[in-house]
């Protein structure tokens, strides 16, 4: 009984320390998951793969553009719930020069969209670096896109609402949620950030999404007015460059933090281009020909400078000013006009309906010019003690179209509730938006200026 029992404690005694020496080189599993939903694969930390998740829900209240109905029945005014986004994103550091990003999820789901919408992908991308960080290639399904800063918007850390869909002006037309499939390039050189992509366009007959003044069935029976063309669509070209004062930003992702809640010091200048060849195409009369009209193709052309300054004021108290500011010039050929409107609450019109359209639509995107801004301050971060802080912002948009008699300027005014940075977030907004009717002998398309609607919106934001 004594030699049984002498046999197990040794036994015993070589297990544990058996146990311990592999414990001592070999890190544990909670060590793996030191930072959540992140699992490094190696000792250092250097390789990984990580998981992310953020919804958006809406609770609003609108006032419908003139004639809006909802599946033929009249509504002046709507009051919803809807999801105005839901992400996941899966990406991975998997060897030292090589990264992958998937991004899934939906978008604007109401009680009038299609039910049991599935979810697809926005981003399916994979890229090696190689020179350093000066040079990395990648391609896929991208939001690695010119023009401006916010043409591709981190949806996590939108500083107002909603992100700046004016700066997304090819949104649902000819890409996936401004993504498109196709090769880039990207890289920081010092202070210099860039990017360059070349894309294949979707074709707008697949398009789910029809703007208005872009029908899949070709050209409108209107003269010298744009829209897009249903011909095979050329490449598009985009590029990007930032010159970074203050501290860098991060090129991992493509897409541009709107606020960094007082944990940087930011100031960048930015330029930015688009191009697409016979993007577009109108009928123009041709004086050469009795009566006859010519099909003129010309090109999708955008240009843009701006401005993001985003900083704490006292580092350890995190209050922060943020301002952006941004010029905008498009060219879609003559006259061409897209109104839009977010998750939009109607479905239809009746009557005497306004250019802008059902529901929340406005004028949005068109040949011109547009200026766009925004601006906030954050409160320091222990305003409330342990319930967060808060930051009121303005943004606007003022845009000169081609197609239209008077400027469009939609604004908003709102406050973010920081409860726990990004990850927990209440914001409510006012938005004021311009109301445009089109003169029947003359055919001008003018603001009524007595009959802005607006819309009140309480969102929630959670994220992982």
């Known amino acids: 009984m004594k030699n049984k029992l002498k046999k197990i404690l040794t036994g015993m005694s070589m297990a544990v320390l058996v146990t311990n020496t592999h414990a001592q080189t070999t890190p544990s599993l909670s060590a793996r998951f030191k930072d959540g939903l992140k699992i490094y694969l190696n000792d250092d930390s250097t390789r990984y793969i990580q998981g992310t998740g953020l919804a958006q829900v809406w609770f609003r209240y609108n006032d419908n553009n003139p004639g809006s109905t909802i599946f033929g029945t009249p509504k002046k005014e ?32 109401n009680s009038i969209s299609a039910r049991k919408t599935p979810l697809f992908f926005h981003d399916v991308t994979a890229e090696y670096k190689v020179y350093k960080n000066y040079l990395t290639i990648g391609g896929g399904l991208s939001g690695w896109n010119g023009t401006a800063r916010f043409t591709s918007s981190a949806v996590g850390s939108i500083l107002a609402l909603d992100l700046p869909t004016i700066e997304e002006t090819t949104n649902d037309v000819s890409d996936q949620f401004v993504r498109k499939l196709g090769v880039y390039a990207k890289g920081q050189i010092g202070r210099l950030d860039y990017r360059f992509s070349a894309s294949n366009p979707f074709a707008i007959q697949t398009t789910t999404t029809i703007a208005a003044g872009a029908p ?54 930015g330029a930015g281009f688009a191009y697409q060849k016979n993007a577009m195409w109108y009928r123009n009369p041709n004086p050469n020909a009795n009566g006859g009209i010519d099909t003129v193709s010309t090109a999708l052309q955008q240009f843009a400078v701006d401005l ?54 406005a004028p949005l995107i068109g040949t011109g010019q547009v200026v766009y801004a925004q601006a906030a301050y954050l409160f320091k971060k222990d305003l409330f003690g342990k319930n967060g802080t808060i930051q009121p912002y303005i943004s606007g948009s003022y845009a000169n179209y081609q197609k239209l008699k008077n400027p469009v300027l939609i604004y908003d005014i709102g406050l973010n509730w920081i409860m726990a940075g990004q990850n927990s977030k209440i914001s409510l907004d006012y938005q004021s938006r311009p109301i445009f009717s089109t003169n029947l002998a003359t055919g001008d398309i003018s603001e009524t200026k007595a009959s802005r609607r607006g819309q009140i919106v309480l969102q929630y934001q959670v994220s992982f």
């Open 78 to 109: 709507t009051f919803d719930v809807g999801l105005r986004r839901v992400r996941y994103q899966i990406m991975g550091q998997v060897t030292k020069k090589v990264f992958f990003y998937t991004q899934f999820g939906i978008n604007n789901f």
């Open 216 to 269: 899949v069935a070709g050209l409108t029976s209107a003269t010298n007015t744009a829209v897009y063309s249903t011909k095979a669509p050329e490449m598009q070209y985009q590029g990007y460059l930032k010159w970074q004062f203050f501290d860098k930003e991060s090129n991992q992702l493509p897409y541009s933090a709107g606020s960094y809640l007082g944990k940087k010091r930011v100031l960048n200048l």
């Open 308 to 361: 993001f300054y985003d900083s704490y004021i006292n580092k350890e108290k995190q209050n922060a000013v943020t301002v952006y500011a941004a010029f905008l010039n498009y060219d879609f050929g003559p006259n061409y006009i897209k109104n839009a409107g977010p998750m939009n609450t109607a479905n239809g019109t009746i009557g005497t309906a306004s250019f802008n359209g059902a529901g929340n639509g």
